[in-house]
Each structure stands twice: as C-alpha cells, then as structure tokens.
Antibody, heavy 121, light 109 residues
C-alpha cells in the first residue's frame, strides 16, 4: 500500500525557518517525481515544488523561489522541504504527493495527509 | 504559464441530480487533464486522469470529457458522499509545474 506521511509542521514567527519531511512507503521511491502542494486556509490548491527522481532537477512556484528548497534522500525514501524567511502568507497545509506519468501526462496520484504550517507573531 | 479556470465556483444540487463542472485551459492541453476530489479536512484524491480515465476504485457515476481547452467533470447521480471541492489540474508542459484550477464546491440542497 502506498503511503506518504508528512511531519514537521508547526507555529513559526515571520522570518523563521521550518523543515518538512515526507516519509514514503509501499512503492519504489526512486521511480517517481515528487511534489509539494499547499493549501492556505479556505483557499485552493497551489503547487509549491517538484523534484526529479534523482534530485537533479527542482522547480518552484515563483512565490517561494529563493526561500524554499526541496530535497530527497532516496536511501531513506524521504522527501523534504526546507522553508526559510517564512511569511504570513506561507500559512497553509502542506501536502507531499507522488507524480504519476501516463501517456505523456503527469498527475498526482497519491497524497499524504498534510501538515499545517502557521506563520504568525 | 497556462491558466486553468473552473466554473461555477460552487454548485448546489439535490441527491440524484446530474452535476457538471467545467474547466477551461488558457491554451490547448490536448487530453492532459486530471480531476481531484477533496472532502473537508482531507487530502485531495485523484478521480480522473487523461481527461476521461477513471482512477481505480472511483465510482462509475463520475465521468470526464474534453480535449484542447474545454473539459467537463460530470456526476451522473449526486450522492451525499460526493460533497466536496473538485479541482482540475493540467498534466502537460511538465516540468516545471502542474497548475490547478480554482476549485468548484459541490453542496447538497
């Protein structure tokens, strides 16, 4: 059974840092792109970062470029999101998701339960 | 970047009604579109990929249609457990990102 379990969320002051983790199991982690997606309270879904199977390519939404860094440890089947210089507007539930490619298209077929990040003074 | 626009933003219907949600891409994306269901307090769940293919375990009352710029998600007979927000997501031009539509909230009358 595919499982993605996030951890590391919490309350942090503006300008602070936080590191999120996502533990993957039930599939061959090295075969998949992975993704971070967030959802601000009462808002829609926003992709945050995507990372290639070997970690050699990483892409970020403009609003987090230079502040967030995605990484992965394939030996530990784990995905990470280092978040620095946090802003109030980064407050959201953060999900990790597996990216599944089929027939040339890319879709997020498994999601974790999410971890809440609250940025507030 | 390709923008995804959903309509309506919310829909209220009765149990047993047919409900249709629309997603429009700002430029053609062939059939590279997914639909997700998100129930309150839960993670999103993939319902349909490649515009019309049902993910394993998804009830057959859900169906998807479309190609190019215009897509629809239809619930043929709305059930109480279908109360959720539905999102489309383009599946092409990756990397860098895979953007979502703004969501459509489905409620029961």
């Amino acid at each position: 059974e595919v499982q993605l379990v996030e951890s590391g969320g919490g309350l942090v002051q503006p300008g602070g840092s936080l590191r999120l983790s996502c533990a993957a199991s039930g599939f061959t982690f090295t075969r998949y792109w992975m993704s971070w997606v967030r959802q601000a309270p009462g808002k829609g879904l926003e992709w945050v970062a995507n990372i290639k199977q070997d970690g050699s390519e990483k892409y970020y939404v403009d609003s987090v470029k230079g502040r967030f860094t995605a990484s992965r440890d394939n030996a530990k089947n784990s995905l990470y999101l280092q978040m620095n210089s946090l802003r109030v507007e980064d407050t959201a539930v953060y999900y990790c998701a597996r990216i599944y490619d089929v027939w040339g298209g890319y879709y997020r077929d498994y999601w974790g339960q999410g971890t809440l990040v609250t940025v507030s003074s | 970047d390709i923008q995804m626009t959903q309509s309506p933003s919310s829909v209220c219907a009765s149990v047993g009604d047919r409900v249709t949600i629309t997603c429009r891409a700002s430029q053609g994306i062939s059939s590279w579109l997914a639909w997700y269901q998100q129930k309150p307090g839960k993670a999103p769940k993939l319902l349909i990929y490649a515009a019309s293919n049902l993910q394993s375990g998804v009830p057959s009352r859900f169906s998807g249609y479309g190609s190019g710029t215009d897509f629809t998600l239809t619930i043929s007979s709305l059930q109480p457990e279908d109360i959720a927000t539905y999102y489309c997501q383009r599946g092409n031009s990756f990397p860098p990102g895979l953007t979502f539509g703004g969501g459509t909230k489905v409620e029961i009358k």
